[in-house]
């Protein structure tokens, strides 16, 4: 994919180090990308209180405010905090608006006080987000809104065949998070929709949780299926989410990927990662119809589109009697649009959008 910009340099300030995946496919492998098939350079910054991380930013902040290169972009990404770092930027958008642009994947004012994200999303000259909710909700603070759908890192893995006994898999960030986050957690979307439906089922199942983090969630899982000795449980732990090489690998073992999302604002604003990395593996996908995720899981092509909390179920049923030529389709079928949510897109669109006129 050729990609033409003016853009010579990027300063980006993300709001949270590497183990969160914002941070690193919204921000640090597009850059990566970029320098390499490119020559773009770029200043990649987050949070850091350590000596070496605040003398980072403030040479870039100060190379940013005083001596910023021409042709260059400032991206501030995600801040919703009021902060030391917040409030520096603050600054440096207030006196350096020209070619700026806020960055959002996640409905951060249902969760945290908006304030901060209001004044970036004003005051930033264009505005990024990850779904036609976020979108809408940002169109009011600035006209100049544009939908940049999350990448997946480019790999070469593919599911080349199905388990004899099928493997279920799962992928983010298991739990409820703060009390305000728990209505919507994916915690929440697991005990609410989907293990309720694994429970019913008869035959031998494997079912891998990959991010279960918070230590106390991992007893409560395996005493929810302890009546339950047809289901395998397997929650891995102590992973390296700075450098996820290894989950594509894991992902291609699944012969279900599953994102349950309870129906609402928050996962209506959210931009279908979960199931773009089942897909790009060739993994069929159960998602609920919430948000994004029937822009990517195509009923009965690629996976399935759960409505109700019965429909998990009853796809798994499908998949299990399906044969191997119509789920070696459906797998083919996933892989199709990869191109769509891939980094080299991720990239054009991310620079088209620094070239666009401003309304």
């Known amino acids: 994919m050729k990609i033409q910009s003016n853009i010579k340099h990027i300063y980006w300030f993300a709001h949270y180090h ?48 005083l001596f910023r290169k021409p042709n260059s972009l400032i991206v501030i990404q995600k801040i919703c ?4 770092y917040a409030k520096a930027l603050k600054l440096l958008i207030s006196l350096r608006p020209k070619n700026t642009l806020y960055d959002i994947d996640d409905a951060e004012y249902l969760r945290q006080n908006s304030a901060s994200l209001h004044f970036f999303l004003r005051n930033c000259e264009k505005v990024s987000v990850g779904s036609d909710a976020l979108k809408e909700y940002c ?23 199905r388990n004899k006994k099928i493997h279920i898999g799962w992928v983010g960030d298991f739990g409820n998070g703060k009390e305000i986050s728990k209505a919507f957690s994916h915690k929440t979307s697991m005990f609410k929709l989907f293990f309720p439906e694994l429970q019913k089922i008869q035959q031998p199942v494997k079912l891998s949780l990959i991010g279960v983090k918070n230590k106390t969630d991992i007893p409560e899982i395996l005493n929810y299926f302890e009546q339950t000795p047809n289901v395998e449980l397997v929650i891995p732990t102590h992973l390296d989410w700075q450098s996820d090489d290894w989950l594509y690998p894991e992902i291609s073992k699944f012969d279900i990927g599953i994102s349950p999302m309870v129906n609402h604002p928050f996962n209506r604003s959210k931009s279908a990662f979960k199931a773009k990395q089942y897909l790009s593996a060739g993994v069929p996908v159960l998602a609920s119809d919430v948000g994004e995720n ?34 070696f389709k459906m797998r083919d079928n996933a892989l199709i ?9 991720y990239c054009k669109e991310l620079l088209k959008i620094r070239q666009r006129d401003t309304k």
């Not at 640090?28 to 990649?44: C, R, S, T, V, W």
């Not at 822009?295 to 998949?319: M, P, T, W, Y």
């Not at 649009?337 to 897109?345: A, D, G, T």
Request: glycine share 6%.
């Open 18 to 65: 590497l183990d969160c995946p914002s941070t690193r496919y919204r921000g640090q492998l597009p850059l990566q990308y970029l320098a390499k098939n490119m020559g773009i350079e770029y200043d990649f910054i987050y949070p850091d209180r350590s000596a070496n991380g605040l003398w980072k930013f403030f040479r870039v902040f100060f190379a940013a405010l």
């Open 337 to 345: 649009n990869r191109e769509f949510y891939s980094i080299e897109r």
């Open 294 to 327: 029937n822009k990517f899981v195509k009923h009965r092509q690629n996976g399935f589109l759960c409505k109700e909390k019965g429909d998990f179920l009853s796809a798994i049923q499908q998949i299990i009697e399906m044969s191997d030529e119509k789920y």
């Open 139 to 161: 169109t009011p603070f600035n006209p100049n809104v544009f939908v940049l759908t999350s990448p997946v890192k480019n790999h070469t893995i593919r599911k080349t065949k």
């Open 81 to 84: 905090s009021n902060g030391w």
